[in-house]
């Protein structure tokens, strides 16, 4: 997400790197640059030039900082305006003294509203609560079984009947009150705010639900109209907050930017992949580092925690550190990385990682993964105790058996080697953890940290570590960028 | 797989990282559940439609807030040169309709090289036609003995099935036979809502279940269609993110699927949500790339979006926009006309 934007900057940092002094020719072309890159990235107009206005003053007043470089000054500037635009804090989702907690998510169609609901609903379970949906989308064909669906991926139960929106809203309600669920999201039929009818539908629904929060749901792709969208929205319905859709969709996200300067609502939860888990509260300090492309380990380590399973993960923590680590245990880790969402999303909240390392991982998909589930699950028990024992034989037989290829088959037992080899060179001393971690974790555990500072050496360290067979691949001859199969 | 099985050792990390964090903490306890109490009833659903035109409605009637952006150029009444001030205000127009960094800087070149000459507004008015392609038509006949497809690509809700839905009704009507191939194999319900609008348009449709093969599917549709002796496929396919490189093979080799046999794919539409920003150049550059994208259907022009960053899709890819959404009614699709579409941005 914000690729492009966060493109923009690394390249314009790098290009004030070398200077020693800030010119005001450098400043006016640094601000140009700032400047099309918040347009490139779709960010409204007026917050564009307010935003370079308090960039300038920032700037200014920084000028007499001797101990950054221009560049950074520039990144830092933009960084904390970045917050300042982004919005303070997270959303403290508060409940109902009465429950349940009622949630309307209202939209243009084809924006993620129905997606959106189902996350909302895993959100809240991972949260310990009971939610309940209620599709009051009776406008769109299908969209009540859609919702269906969707719920029962999430475990989520769904409401829905035959009347109209209005009344199934108030009815789900009711049934989640009855019931005993404590959080209700409705979702809403796609409209236009040029549609009277509909929008004055919409309003009903809400005050026949008297809903805690209305959020409205929005394609991080938008252009200049989200700003449009997001103010009559909010004059009909009043919301408490946006969600952004889509935003691993190489979407700059320049409508997250603009929503809290033009309408004053701020963006509350964001839908980063297509996986269910692929969803979360908005950090306002953590995507402008993510932004400017420092990772974000907080939300990463808050997802891990959120979806791992503790048992799995501690019962190969410790054989992971002295090196007795097996293949089997492997597919356990694998299974409980995959429940964290796509590796593509998770990828980018990684600080340290290069832009080819985050493009290489964007595509890897479930079928990569697969295909090294089926070879592991093709090799006997001993196997993937004893990975050494597994010859040429051996590995044509696992290859035919989980129809893959031998070069496959070697290229995983390849890269375990190397994961064992490089876990056991930073388990070191302290099983449960690693020393290189600790900074890592220190920082991580120092959460509600105002912003993230850029160095994350430790991890960073780490994860530079983790690639290094693709270079000593390439000197065998590949010549193919290290991408999937 | 290198680069997967590297992640899964970065996340593992990750993972023990958050469990000693985890452990450090106290353990929260959560609120017990209580049992499941029994699911309520479920009816069935009946989807309300809502009444559609009867005529398709015209550009000019129905782009809602398009106009009112250019209305400060019209009311612009300078010629010739024109000063810094003009040249903003010009440039604010262009880039708050989402026509993009770079059209709006050259089409402002050209407007400070060569003046205003006749006033502002017929000046815009030739640079932005100058921006479209000149050729638009829409190819619907396959070369003899074979059935013509149309194959729908684009990101996620941007309105492929709606869109397939008032096209196999405008066929339809046109005295077509029409097969409609239910290619979104992966969103939920997807075939449903595609098997909703075959009903309302009285298109044969072709489905399998979720999760099967979408060439599978549309080759399946494209065998019925000649056996049949029907005019046209249309193929939907599921949304997708046009940044990602397998999701794009895919699309690759369903549109291969497509091209094989007794079908011809005569017309690849993309479409595209009039709300998009910037994004629509990539989603553009790379659907043409594994697609062979050969028009664009602009939904979604009855909101208060613009859609000018198809201008910028025309000149820089020379894309030609066919089509134009106006609606969720089945009537709710008209021609693109270029020159229309201009007027309609800078007439008031
Ligand atoms: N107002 C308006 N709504 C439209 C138009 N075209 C489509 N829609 C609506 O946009 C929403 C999404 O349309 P779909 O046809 O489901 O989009 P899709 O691209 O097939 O979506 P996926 O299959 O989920 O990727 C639906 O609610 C449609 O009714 C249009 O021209 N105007
Ligand atoms: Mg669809």
């Known amino acids: ?485 | 797989m290198i680069v997967a099985i590297a992640i899964v050792a970065a996340l593992l990390v990750v993972g023990i990282v958050a469990l000693v964090i985890a452990r450090r903490r106290r353990a929260r306890s959560l609120a017990p559940a209580s049992d499941q109490p029994p699911l309520p009833q479920v009816l069935v659903t009946e989807v309300v439609e809502r009444p559609t035109l009867d005529e398709a409605p015209s550009l000019g009637t129905r782009i809602g807030a398009t106009r009112g952006v250019f209305e400060r150029i019209r009311s612009m009444s300078a010629t010739g040169a024109l000063g810094v001030d003009e040249l903003a205000i010009v440039e604010e127009v262009l880039l708050r309709s989402d026509v993009g960094v770079a059209t709006t800087a050259s089409i402002l070149d050209g407007l400070r090289r060569d003046g205003a000459g006749d006033g502002v507004a017929p000046t815009l008015r030739r640079a932005l036609r100058a921006c479209l392609v000149d050729e638009r038509s829409v190819r619907d006949r396959a070369e003899p003995g074979r059935v013509a497809v149309w194959l729908f690509v684009g990101v996620n809700g941007v309105g492929k099935t709606t869109t397939i839905g008032k096209l196999a009704h405008r066929e339809i009507a046109a005295g077509r036979s029409v097969v409609l191939a239910a290619g979104d194999t992966f969103r939920a319900a997807a075939a449903e809502q595609l098997g909703q609008w075959a009903e309302r348009s009285g298109a044969e449709l072709v489905r399998v279940g979720e999760g099967a093969d979408p060439g599978a599917v549309i080759h399946d549709a494209i065998g019925r269609a000649a056996a049949r002796g029907a005019d046209l496929v249309l193929a939907d396919t599921a949304g997708r993110r046009s940044n990602s490189t397998n999701l794009l093979e895919e699309l690759a080799k369903v549109r291969r699927v497509a091209d094989r046999g007794p079908g011809q794919v005569v017309e690849t539409f993309m479409v595209l949500d009039a709300t998009t920003g910037q994004n629509a150049l990539s989603q553009a550059r790379e659907f043409l790339a594994a697609a062979a994208v050969s028009g664009i259907v602009l939904t979604k022009l009855d909101g208060t979006a613009r859609g000018g960053i198809v201008v910028a899709i025309e000149r820089e890819l020379g894309i030609p926009v066919k089509f134009v959404g106006v609606g969720e009614g089945v009537a709710d699709l008209i021609p693109f006309d270029p020159d229309e579409f201009v007027d309609s941005l800078i007439r008031a």
């Open chain 1, 1 to 485: 997400m914000f690729d492009t934007l966060a493109d923009r900057f690394e390249r314009l940092s790098a290009s004030l790197r070398s200077r020693g002094r800030l010119s005001d020719a450098d400043l006016d072309g640094a601000l140009a640059d700032v400047r099309s890159a918040l347009l490139e990235a779709d960010v409204e107009l007026t917050v564009v030039r307010a935003f370079l206005d308090a960039l300038r003053v920032r700037l200014a007043g920084q000028a007499l900082n001797q101990s950054l470089t221009p560049g950074q000054q520039v990144i830092k500037a933009v960084h904390e305006q970045l917050i300042e635009v982004l919005g303070g804090s997270a959303l403290k989702v508060t409940y109902a003294s009465r429950p349940p907690t009622v949630i309307v998510l209202a939209g243009l169609q084809g924006a993620g509203k129905t997606t959106a609901a189902a996350k909302l609903a895993l959100w809240f379970k991972q949260q310990g609560r009971q939610p309940y949906l209620v599709a009051a989308d009776l406008q769109r064909p299908a969209a009540v079984q859609q919702l269906r669906v969707l719920g029962s991926q999430a475990g989520v139960d769904v409401f829905s009947d035959a009347s109209t929106p209005v009344d199934v809203a108030r009815r789900g309600v009711a049934e989640a009150a009855r019931i005993g669920r404590d959080v209700v999201i409705i979702d809403t039929a796609g409209r236009l705010t040029v549609d009277r009818e509909l929008m004055d539908e919409v309003r009903a629904i809400s005050d026949a639900t008297s809903p805690h929060y209305t959020f409205l749901v929005i394609d991080a792709a938008t252009g200049q109209d989200a700003v449009v969208t997001a103010r009559s929205f909010h004059d009909t319905l009043a919301l408490s907050g946006i969600v952004v859709s889509k935003l691993d969709y190489d979407a700059r996200g320049g409508a997250v930017l603009s929503a809290r300067g033009v309408v004053g609502c701020p963006v509350v939860f964001a839908s980063t992949g297509e996986k269910l888990g692929d969803f979360d509260l908005f950090h306002p300090d953590r995507m402008a580092s993510r932004i400017l492309g420092m990772g974000d380990a907080l939300s990463l380590i808050e997802q891990a925690e959120r979806t791992m399973d503790a048992d799995v993960v501690a019962a190969s923590a410790g054989r992971l550190m002295d090196g007795s680590f097996t293949l089997d245990d492997f597919l356990a880790q694998l299974n409980q990385v995959r429940k964290m969402g796509s590796l593509g999303g998770l990828m980018r909240l990684m600080p340290g990682v290069t832009k080819e390392m985050r493009s290489a991982a964007s595509n890897v998909d479930d079928r990569e993964l697969n295909k090294i589930e089926a070879i592991i699950r093709s090799m006997t028990a001993r196997e993937r105790r004893e990975p050494a024992i597994i010859d040429g034989s051996r590995r044509s037989r696992i290859a035919r058996g989980s129809g893959t290829t031998v070069n496959a088959v070697n290229q995983l037992l390849k890269q375990f080697g190397e994961m064992r080899k490089m876990m056991r060179q930073m388990g070191g001393a302290n099983p449960t953890m690693p020393p290189q971690m600790g900074k890592f974790a220190a920082l991580a555990a120092r959460r509600g940290a105002d912003s993230l500072p850029a160095g994350f050496e430790a991890l960073g360290a780490g994860m530079r570590a983790a690639p290094a067979p693709k270079g000593k691949k390439k000197k065998g001859g590949r010549v193919t960028p290290p991408k999937q199969r």
